[in-house]
């Protein structure tokens, strides 16, 4: 089992910018960010497989995800925040990764999740 130590989020207007950081406790080939809005299914938003990053399609140009592979740390740069952002952001790693890398399903360890809260 790996342990995730997650940072960052908090609360910003509309447009604003956050950035979030995912630390793990060993190297993970599968490692990236989800989020969970009240009433709504977790959805992926960034993975690394490897080196490869994915990202959902629905947040290209505002969301980025970028990692330090030396220190084992997964980052999601957010920009141009909106209110439909507010979410519970979780960071996730898995040693495989899923022929869909952005599906939550696959993966066995989660991090405590941060509070990203988006107000216009």
């Known amino acids: 089992q790996v342990h995730l130590v997650e940072s960052g989020g908090g609360s910003v207007q509309t447009g604003g910018s956050l950035n979030l950081s995912c630390t793990a406790s060993r190297y993970m080939y599968c490692m990236g960010w989800f989020r969970q809005a009240p009433g709504k299914e977790r959805e992926g938003v960034a993975v690394y497989r490897g080196y490869m990053p994915f990202r959902a399609d629905s947040l290209r140009g505002r969301f980025a995800i970028s990692q330090d592979s030396a220190t084992y740390t997964t980052y999601l740069h957010m920009s141009n925040l909106k209110v439909e952002d507010t979410a519970l952001y979780y960071c996730?790693?898995?040693?495989?990764?899923?022929?869909?890398?952005?599906?939550?399903?696959?993966?066995?360890?989660w991090g405590q999740g941060t509070q990203v809260t988006v107000s216009s």
């Open positions: 996730a790693a898995d040693r495989t990764c899923p022929e869909s890398p952005l599906s939550p399903s696959h993966y066995n360890s």
